[in-house]
């Protein structure tokens, strides 16, 4: 079945069995790894990339249903001599150890910072209409999403709260 | 060209503190940080090699019976198809920690349900998913097989055992004693990479891209796996993506891919999928454990009971090992321990992050609680008088131990003294408690090799066959490296995670970051040795620092002095008398405020903070993250995760992430870490101990003895759930 993605600014025109995964795409069928498989039912957010700017879980849906769409994964967020202020800021907090997870709460973090600029407001959000600021609740309330079993979880809100404030 | 080095004595001479570059123990950032940030460090699954097939595991629907693959030759024929494999080689469940030899081997007949016992190859992943889900199993003479440890039949483990003065009639006799049974629940390693393979041959030498923990013991485990000689198998492993014990032993995928890409002349990646890591790996066993404590008017203990029962499958020998602490953590005269192992068949138990000492320390440490309580003393004030000056069983010296700062520091950090009196804190709906709990676990050396190669340009390279399991072996050997030879940090570099190089201890057990870096500071001092000797100095009168020796008044770059050459040495530590003359431990201590809601029982945390003492810290940043991760373990113990056996057949009824809850962002407040300075000369010649694994053992107590404090509520069977803790109040 063919389908036509743009990945990371890149148009792909790709021919797949209508039952993968766009995660599987990525990885399988376009080489980028960088997107991880933690459990490939949507429960951990290792998958997370952008799709038309906002944050999904890849494993949750197939490549065919997102023709036309514009995917953002890792691996256009940043390069490794080319780190995003986010990417940076995970590195010198150590928001992360095994690495596995941490694509996910990167693509994560760079789509929930947009949703925050928008004004969307959480589940421990007091004002729905006014916003919300970046306290460690509301990054660790819209970061539950992605599970990190070495559990970094206090320098990844470290992490997300620099990166935010540089770029504020 | 070898340095062996065996630890008889200790090292007392702490040359780590006189190195003139001062890499070790400042808070470094990950070198491999960029890339995992990026997404372009390579775990297992991600190797893009030429002609690669995918192969999907099956399980065994029940837990005994001859398994036939009931309709095997139409699966067979299914687009994409390129085998179905039942070959006897493949593995019932995983190695265990350190085996070195293949587990048990058994695809025709089931142990447990979810047993792996057949792996289905095909073109592409999506063709082997739907042939593997079409594969029909049948049991054939199944039977009623026991699955609940509480009627089991036990083995007495008496290597376990000790009986020291009379318990009972410290029992009796004492003016304030607890006599309590708790229960801990198994628990799943649940790294965020799922197990993966990739095997590759070329002629009869296999190469697998895996994901674990221990290369040289996986290599010699796969080898015997598949009855071929360990000089054939290579084991690739640069990053894994969490292991937590779960990688320790080589696991099924592993022979699955091996065998099929043998059988299929071309490559073959086995992942297993979430719900299979959760079956068909490693638990945490269950435990039930008897605690009792006798002490005198002033809370001194007089007698410290401990017995448990674990359980794990026939033909496994491994005991989840939950006396481990108690045996040298507290005073008391009389003391009596025993542990269990009831065989049965859920699925194998082995070593998830600090076995023993997760949950031993922790049901310890709930019954210390409950004690002060009885007695109506402080809890640390409590831990504080019951500090053995030898170790109460050998009568041996301690090595370091500060855990009487690890207490006090640890109570002043967090504000202890605000402490409210039992169910005495109220703010609006929510019931607010503190509680604390001791730290403590075993410190271990073992036998590690690296090579450490000066260049002529001054630049270093460290290769061993250890891994980096997010624990920070990057960053430490070259900060180890870096120091020795005097050279900044970015020029040095770390290869790991391949059995080319020197075999290591590999990262379990909290020993991976002393062994492994003890061998590259044997290395690099042989190195040393001989730069001083080019120099006709005496090597302890170089001075290294940024790629320049100083000597009697003369500076020379490391490339003068090299004049092209290369210098190469290899470093290899056994562990020898000073493992047993005297008792090696970490200590820490642990406090938490909750807050428990009046209504529904549920609990939050709100702070929780560790000191902790693990001799010499190599790198702040990953140290203290580590002890991140341990207690946040701990907190998923205390409050959520819990692998839920069906009763009927001892399936894990919960074998996802869904619905094994461990902690999510929101469930884990800024934790605060204090690393108290500490030199170990017993340990080895860094004088660092182990913190991998220090941040688990007791965490959890800590949270549940908070709930106490806030509600009154004793939570005795973990984890505290709401309908727990509600039924109490
Ligand atoms: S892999 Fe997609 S949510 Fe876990
Ligand atoms: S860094 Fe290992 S799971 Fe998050």
């Known amino acids: 079945m063919q389908t036509n993605l743009t990945i990371n600014g890149t148009p792909q025109r790709l021919e797949l069995d209508p039952r993968t995964t766009l995660l599987d795409a990525l990885r399988h069928h376009l080489g980028l790894t960088g997107s991880k498989k933690g459990c490939d039912h949507g429960q951990c957010g290792a998958c997370t990339v952008m799709v038309n700017g906002r944050r999904i879980n890849a494993c949750l849906t197939l490549a065919c249903m997102h023709d036309g769409d514009e995917v953002t994964t890792i691996e256009g967020i940043g390069q490794p001599d080319n780190l995003s202020p986010l990417q940076q800021a995970f590195v010198s907090e150590d928001g992360f150890q095994c690495g596995y997870c941490t694509p996910g709460q990167i693509c994560s973090a760079t789509a929930m910072l947009e949703e925050v600029r928008n004004g969307w407001p959480s589940h421990v959000t007091d004002d729905l209409d006014g916003g919300a600021d970046l306290t460690t609740e509301e990054i660790s309330e819209r970061m539950s999403g992605n599970l990190c079993r070495c559990s970094a979880y206090p320098n990844i809100v470290e992490a997300i709260r620099k990166a935010a404030g540089e770029n504020a | ?729």
């Open chain 2, 1 to 729: 060209m070898t340095e062996h080095f065996k630890m008889e004595t200790p090292a007392t001479e702490r040359r780590l503190d006189d190195m003139a570059q001062g890499l070790v123990g400042a808070p470094l950032d990950r070198p491999e940080g960029p890339l995992k940030v990026t997404g372009t460090a390579t775990y297992a699954n991600e190797w893009q090699i030429e002609g690669m097939a995918h192969g999907v595991m099956v399980r065994a629907p029940g837990n005994s019976g001859r398994v036939i693959l009931a309709n095997r030759d139409d699966v067979a024929k299914l687009p994409g198809v390129l085998a179905v494999i039942q070959d006897d080689r493949l593995l019932r469940n995983p190695a265990q920690g350190t085996a070195n030899e293949a587990p048990v081997q058994s695809p025709h007949h089931a142990a447990y349900l979810g047993q792996l016992i057949a792996v289905v190859v095909a073109e592409t992943f999506e063709q082997a998913r739907h042939a593997a889900q079409s594969l029909q199993v049948t049991l054939e003479n199944a039977q009623m097989v026991q699955v609940d440890p509480a009627t089991a039949a036990v083995e007495p483990q008496d290597g376990q055992a000790l009986d020291q003065g009379d318990l009972d009639a410290a029992m009796r006799d004492a003016p304030h004693s607890v006599d309590l049974v708790y229960t801990t629940p198994s628990h799943s390693s649940a790294p965020m990479e799922p197990h993966a393979s990739i095997a590759s041959w070329q002629g009869g030498d296999l190469t697998l891209r895996g994901s674990y923990q221990m290369l040289k013991y996986n290599r010699n485990e796969l080898a015997d796996s598949l009855g071929i000689h360990p000089d054939r198998v290579r084991i690739i492993s640069p990053y894994v993506g969490g292991g937590f014990g779960s990688k320790l032993g080589l696991a099924p995928e592993a022979v699955a891919a091996a065998i099929a890409a043998q059988e299929l002349g071309r490559p073959v990646s086995v992942a297993l999928q979430r719900p299979q890591v959760f079956e068909a790996t490693m638990r945490r066993s269950e435990t039930r454990q008897r605690v009792r404590l006798a002490a005198d008017a002033e809370g001194r203990l007089t007698g410290l009971g401990h017995d448990a029962r674990v359980s794990n499958l026939p033909g496994e020998s491994f005991a989840e090992p939950v006396l481990q602490a108690s045996h040298f953590l507290y005073a008391g005269a009389n003391r009596r321990m025993s542990l269990e192992l009831a065989r049965l068949h859920r699925m194998c138990a082995g070593s998830v992050r600090a076995p023993g000492e997760a949950v031993g320390v922790t049901v310890l440490e709930n019954a210390m609680d409950e004690l002060a309580h009885e007695i109506g003393i402080d809890p640390v004030a409590l831990r504080l008088r019951n500090i053995p000056e030898k170790d109460p069983e050998s009568g041996k010296d301690y090595s370091s131990r500060r855990f009487r700062e690890a207490l006090e520091s640890g109570a002043e950090a967090f504000g202890w003294a605000d402490r409210p009196g039992v169910k005495e804190r109220r703010e609006g709906e929510w019931l607010i408690g503190y509680g604390m709990a001791s730290a403590a676990r075993v410190n271990v050396l073992m036998e590690s090799q690296a090579r450490v190669t000066l260049l002529p340009d001054g630049t270093a390279r460290v290769e061993t066959d250890m891994t980096d399991i997010g624990t920070g072996t990057y960053a430490i050997l070259g900060q180890i490296a870096g120091d020795m030879l005097g050279l900044p940090r970015d020029r040095v570099e770390v290869v790991l995670g391949d059995t080319t190089l020197p075999p290591a201890a590999g990262s379990g057990g909290s020993w991976g970051a002393s062994s492994s870096g003890t061998s590259v500071y044997l290395a690099c001092e042989a190195i040393r040795r001989q730069l001083a000797q080019r120099l006709e100095v005496d090597e302890h009168d170089l001075t290294l620092k940024d790629g320049r020796a100083t000597y009697a008044n003369q500076v020379k770059s490391l490339s003068d002095i090299l004049q092209g050459d290369e210098i190469a040495k290899l470093g290899h530590v056994k562990p020898g008398d000073t493992s047993t003359d005297v008792r090696q431990a970490t200590f820490g201590a642990y406090f938490a405020e909750v807050a428990v809601h009046a209504a529904s029982g549920e609990t939050r945390i709100r702070r929780m903070h560790g000191s902790f003492a693990a001799g010499r810290i190599l790198n702040a940043k990953t140290a203290r993250s580590q002890c991140l991760g341990g207690m946040t373990f701990g907190i998923g113990i205390a409050l959520t995760e819990e692998l839920a056996f069906d009763p009927r057949d001892g399936h894990v009824a919960n074998h996802n992430l869904a619905e094994y809850h461990i902690p999510v962002n929101a469930d884990v407040p800024q934790l605060t870490v204090e690393l108290l300075e500490e030199r170990d000369d017993w340990a080895n010649p860094m004088q660092a101990k182990g913190i991998g694994e220090l941040g688990i053992c007791g965490a959890a107590a800590a949270i549940t003895n908070a709930i106490h404090n806030a509600t009154g509520v004793r939570v005795r069977d973990y984890p505290a759930t709401l309908d727990k803790v509600i039924a109490g109040m």
